[in-house]
């Protein structure tokens, strides 16, 4: 049996699970997410907790027994407090900025680059080179954060670039420090 998917999800007070043969509604504060699951995989409501079991020991409904238990704890908290990412802009003149709900960047392109949120994710700006990515639907989250970071990945010679919080960067020496070496 799955380690993952044999565990129980504690559902809060204030969110509330409708199970509708393989489609699953969660409703909280942070807003409404659903998905469909497939149906080898049952999913009860059991006095405030969900339980996620499946009906054979075929390694597909092994396979997806676990994955189908961590979707749905992700929709669970998603709702109820939500997910975050945090970026950081690094380089001379590299910065952001509000403009309504779109973000706009100054990247060192001749133009600056505005970037709407998606439906369900908000931007925060702290400071000018800290920028917070946040929403209920953890995927989603994640998706934007990257998508934000490929418009100017950290590059290895000078650091420049955006990068994830805590995130570290292989820095190399370039042309001067191969030239010292050999």
């Known amino acids: 049996m799955s380690r993952v998917g044999k565990m129980p ?78 970026l950081e802009l690094h380089g001379v003149g590299y910065r952001g900025e509000m403009r309504g709900a779109n973000l706009v960047l100054s990247l060192g392109y001749s133009h600056p680059v505005e970037v709407p949120p998606p439906p369900g994710i908000t931007f925060q700006m702290e400071g000018t080179n800290r920028l917070l990515v946040k929403g209920a639907d953890k995927e989603a989250v994640g998706q934007t954060a990257a998508d934000v970071r490929a418009l100017r990945p950290p590059e290895p010679y000078k650091g420049k670039g955006i990068r994830y919080a805590g995130e570290y960067v292989r820095r190399k020496a370039g042309k001067a420090g191969k030239a010292a070496r050999g």
Not at 27 to 55: A, C, F, K, N
């Open 9 to 86: 999800i504690a559902v809060p007070e204030k969110v509330k699970v409708e199970i509708d043969g393989c489609h699953v509604t969660v409703r909280g504060p942070g807003g409404e997410l659903s998905r469909d699951i497939v149906p080898e995989i049952e999913l009860r409501l059991e006095g405030g907790r969900l339980v996620v079991s499946r009906s054979s020991d075929a390694p597909r409904e092994r396979a997806l027994h676990g994955l189908t238990r961590a979707l749905i704890a992700n929709m669970v908290t998603g709702v109820d407090t939500g997910f975050s990412k945090m």
